[in-house]
C-alpha cells in the first residue's frame, strides 16, 4: 500500500469509528482560514463549478462537524451561494419532491433494489 492510501485508508476508519474529521483535516480545510478571505467563491471573483459542486456537500456542515463559528471564511461562503437566486430556485424544487419512502409497497422496493421476486425474472 503506497503512502496516499494508507493515510486515506487511516482516514476513512477514523471516519468510521466516530470521528467528526478526518486526521488530516487542518490541512484540507485551511484554505478557508486563509486564502478564500480574499476571494468571494472558490475559484477566485467568478462564480465556478467548484462552487456548484461544492455547495451541496456543505450543507450538512453539522453533520460532518463542521461549525460555522469554527469557519468564519466557509460561513460567508456557503451564505453567499446560499442567496444567489438560481440556488434558491434549485432548493425550492428539491424540497417539493416528495419521498415516497413510507409509502412505498414491498414489491416497489424490492425492484428499486433489485432483490426478490422481481430480481428472479
Known amino acids: 500500500m503506497d503512502p496516499f ?3 486515506r485508508a487511516e482516514d476513512r476508519q477514523r471516519l468510521f469509528d466516530g470521528a467528526a474529521t478526518p486526521r488530516r483535516s487542518s ?3 485551511s484554505c ?3 486564502g478564500s478571505a480574499e476571494a468571494p467563491y472558490l475559484g477566485g471573483q467568478e462564480y465556478s ?6 455547495f451541496p456537500w456543505t450543507r450538512n456542515h453539522d453533520a460532518q462537524g463542521v461549525k460555522w463559528e469554527d469557519n468564519p471564511n466557509l460561513a460567508r461562503w456557503f451564505n ?3 442567496e444567489r ?3 434558491k430556485a434549485a432548493l ?3 424540497a417539493a419532491i416528495k419521498s415516497n419512502r413510507e409509502t ?3 414489491d416497489d422496493k424490492d425492484r428499486f433494489f433489485n432483490r426478490g421476486k422481481p430480481r428472479r425474472a
Request: proline content about 4%; glycine content about 4%.
Open 32 to 34: 478557508w482560514r486563509s
Open 5 to 7: 492510501q494508507a493515510v
Open 27 to 29: 490541512g484540507s480545510t
Open 104 to 106: 412505498a409497497s414491498d
Open 49 to 54: 463549478i467548484a462552487d456548484i459542486a461544492t
Open 85 to 87: 437566486p438560481a440556488v
Open 92 to 94: 425550492a424544487k428539491i
Open 80 to 82: 453567499a451561494i446560499d
